[in-house]
């Protein structure tokens, strides 16, 4: 199940035959480098793909209809102003004509503030979305590094990698930290 090399051995050698002063293509020299080599001959690897926990576990997928029900409350008030804010403007562009010049300066002024108003609040409620995201990714990122390491521990993985560019199945974990992280979660409500 778990990839085992003689990567380790390799690498030991090249290693010592640089601190030796040899090239890594020279003859090794000393007979001592044979057990620094045989004790990591065998290098136990896994990898963890942590896009794919962000995107399958039910705990990233609770967090984020979460965070979408908060953002969905904030968007309706911000929506709700932003319709008055066009219904007040309408009404100005109707009414403008009429109006005597010191009403119709007021009523740009205070439609102007209305319109900051609407721009400032958008631009708060998309900070606080992607402060409040960031702050849960932080969070299962930080109970699945916890499950790599537990993992890691207690089957004596010597290498965990959470960024690569290709891995077979028998080395991705990333499956097992998925399991672990939705052991607890109760099925979600079918819609």
């Known amino acids: 199940m778990v990839m085992r090399t003689t990567l380790g051995a390799t690498a030991a050698a ?37 896009e794919r926990i ?49 009403t119709r300066v007021a009523e740009r002024r205070s439609l102007a503030e209305m319109e900051r108003d609407v721009s400032r609040r958008s631009r708060e409620a998309r900070d606080e979305f992607n402060q409040r995201r960031n702050e849960e990714v ?26 690569f560019f290709y891995a077979s199945d028998k080395v991705d974990l990333t499956a097992r930290v998925i399991e672990e992280l939705d052991r607890d979660i109760a099925p979600a409500p079918k819609k």
């Open 138 to 163: 932080m969070l299962l990122q930080g109970r699945a590094a916890r499950i790599v390491q537990d993992i890691a521990k207690n089957e004596k993985f010597d290498l965990v990698l959470y960024e």
């Open 14 to 50: 090249l290693a010592l035959s640089f601190a030796v002063g040899g090239s890594a293509f020279a003859a090794p020299a000393q007979p001592a480098a044979q057990p620094a080599a045989a004790a990591t001959s065998s290098l136990k690897i896994g990898v963890v793909n942590m």
């Open 54 to 102: 962000l995107r399958d576990a039910k705990l990233a997928q609770q967090a984020s209809d979460r965070l979408n029900a908060e953002g969905q409350r904030r968007q309706e008030e911000i929506d709700a102003l932003t319709r008055r804010f066009k219904q007040r403007l309408e009404r100005f562009e109707k009414d403008a004509p009429t109006m005597d010049e010191t």
